[in-house]
């Protein structure tokens, strides 16, 4: 993924990168506007967000003109599978937290890393998987009097989940 | 004699068995944040926060102190004994710290740092002891007027954390900026950037985006590295020579100065300390041609001059309100989610709380000693747990620390979010530091300015009038223009890892 500096053209990703700054910094810049950069008593609620937007929009220029000029490197690529595989996870356990309470989802969550992903044993898994949800929810709720969610669903409500 | 007095009742407050025990805890918890590569130390004292959001005020920043001063000695450990820095201002011992390790004097290195870490750190809190009562009396004085100056001269410390490029260190800075500024307006009471969404009116948890940007970014762009065998030192060999205690005590003395005198001025990060310090010890030091082959003046200097800077940093933010570096930038945050606002007001509104916190130092320091060389064997054997096991419950608790902030599910998405902003900011090389310091410091500059202006009627001479708020104005604008005036960065300032 790293950019040779002695190619002429700046890399996908980071004009893609600009573009997004400079769309933000416009996007900013007009919605402010709508909300008032100055009132009879002084800077309105528009006023530092209008600044904000038009560094931004302002900064996109510069970067695609030093971009032009000599482009720069980009960090090194993250893993494309790792991230996938921790961001889905993490979307559906924050969706399933409230449904099926903290210690069922995180369970699910943490086998799902430590066997599938981490091709832990069968013990080690378990046991650190169970630690992290029924432990960490006991933990939490009677230890450190921080409550984490328990199931809308009835039946797992019921049996203590 | 009144500020021994303070002090006293500081220590009064400090020796709860409570306030000990979260003082333990955050050594404890620092030192593992510090010893595991990866996990630096913005992010830690981040994740950490929900916690202890839920104790009161006192308890919550002695332990976040504690946490952050821990990973300064944490990432000692992994620096001497794998030739890995658990942080980056730790990043310069390892050249000598690991050389010991090769010739059998891992412990002694060990010991040397710790007890050099614990002379910085102490003699640094010293400091901070001498100028609270002088500085913190100019509270009386302070105004919006020269609340907003000594903001502006805040967010001029983003010319100091630009790292190599001014353009992308500016659009971090005011990204963040526009985060801190979703939500209800605090002066006109306008909803802004919310996009209809009630959830978003109370603004975005500042935890769940530094959790989001600093911590789960940084496990999204772990690559596969390479396991490593890690043997912790027995415990005869920690005790150094006669000979290494001589050698080290000069070395101490430069790296409290050096450390202390760096972290007076914002801006200047760990890193620098310690990369100065381990300078000064090629220049100054008499054994300076064993240098690189595993002198103890490379491990005694920068280690002392880290902890020093890590203790002294936390002046400007106790009487001033100006965080010196993005750790601190998070701490300060923390302060707030407690209704705590660092800087002159802290001393006249919360002298008790701020007295205990100081006195807590102290202890921490010595607490740090005492945990850390005995227990050398049990941080490395953190080292020896899988990266599945470390990765999966690093993630189990940025999930509890996202959704406790509100109890609520929202929070744990926006982590997410953010997330995924950090990795693309981190592949675009973009500097995250910047964002910590504007999402911070960014409501306190905008609710003062509108309040001066309201004063005032309007009238921006109000921040010229007045001789403290027009002087900080002047030393803020020096700093954003030193790059035009050439004033010229160290070099050290130009390769700090941590911006």
Known sequence: MTQSPTRARPARSVLAGIAAVGALGAYVLVSSVGLGLWTSLGPGPGLFPFAMGAVLAAMSVLWLLQELKRPSTTGEGADGGLVLAVVVSLVLLAALLDLLGFQLSMFLFLMYHLKIRGKRGWLSALLTALAGSVGAFYAFNYGLNVALPVSSIPVLNLIGL | ?499
């Open chain 2, 1 to 499: 004699m009144d500020t021994l007095n303070e002090l006293l009742n500081g220590f009064a407050a400090a020796l709860t068995w409570q306030n000990l025990i979260f003082a333990f805890l955050g050594c404890l918890l620092g030192t593992v944040i510090g010893v595991l590569p990866g996990i630096g130390p913005v992010a830690g004292v981040a994740l950490l926060i929900p916690l202890t959001l839920n104790m009161d005020p006192t308890g919550s920043i002695i332990m976040l102190c504690a946490i952050f001063y821990g990973t300064a000695y944490g990432g000692t450990i992994t620096s001497v004994l794998l030739n890995t820095p658990g942080e980056a201002a730790s990043a310069i011992t390892t050249i000598d710290g690991h050389a010991m390790t090769k010739m059998g004097k891992a412990g002694a290195a060990l010991t040397i740092a710790a007890i050099g870490s614990f002379v910085g750190g102490t003699i640094a809190t010293l400091g901070l002891v001498a100028a609270a009562k002088p500085l913190g009396e100019l509270g009386l004085l302070v105004g919006p007027p020269e609340f907003f100056a000594l903001m502006v001269v805040g967010i001029s410390l983003l010319v100091a954390l630009a790292g190599k490029s001014m353009v992308k260190a500016l659009i971090s800075g005011a990204l963040g900026l526009l985060i801190s500024m979703v939500g209800i307006d605090p002066v006109a009471g306008a909803p802004r950037f919310t996009f209809g969404m009630d959830r978003l009116l109370d603004g975005v948890s500042f935890v769940a985006v530094i959790v989001g940007v600093f911590g789960l970014s940084e496990i999204l762009s772990y690559r596969k590295g390479e396991s490593t065998v890690v043997h912790a030192p027995g415990f005869r060999s920690l005790l150094p020579t006669r000979n290494e205690w001589r050698r080290s005590a000069p070395s101490m003395a430069r790296g409290t100065g050096i450390g202390f005198g760096l972290g007076l001025i914002p801006g200047m990060t760990g890193s620098v300390a310690s990369l100065l310090s381990y300078g000064a010890e090629k220049k100054f030091s008499k054994h300076r041609n064993e240098l690189g082959k595993g002198a103890v003046e490379g491990v005694a200097g920068p280690e002392t001059a880290n902890n020093a800077h890590a203790n002294a940093a936390l002046i400007p933010l106790f009487t001033l309100g100006i965080p010196a570096s993005p750790t601190i930038a998070v701490l300060m945050g923390a302060f707030l989610q407690q209704g705590l606002t660092p800087g002159p007001t802290l001393f006249t509104e919360h002298s008790e709380i701020a007295w205990a916190i100081i006195a807590s130092l102290f202890i921490g320091n010595l607490l740090l000693v005492l945990l850390n060389v005995p227990l050398v064997g049990l941080w490395t054997s953190i080292l020896r747990v899988p990266a599945p096991i470390l990765t999966a419950l690093i993630l189990l608790f940025m999930v509890i620390g996202a959704y406790t902030i509100n109890f609520s599910v929202f929070d744990v998405f926006v982590m997410i979010g953010f997330g995924l902003l950090g990795l693309a900011l981190r592949h675009l090389e973009i500097p995250l530091a910047p964002m910590v310091l504007t999402l911070v410091l960014g409501p306190l500059m905008e609710r003062s300015l509108r309040e001066s202006l309201e004063i005032s009627q309007g009238d921006f001479s109000i921040f010229l009038n007045r001789p403290i708020s027009a002087v900080l104005i002047a030393l803020g604008l020096l700093i954003i223009c030193s790059p035009l005036l050439k004033l010229r960065k160290p070099k050290a300032l130009t390769d700090d890892p941590e911006t």
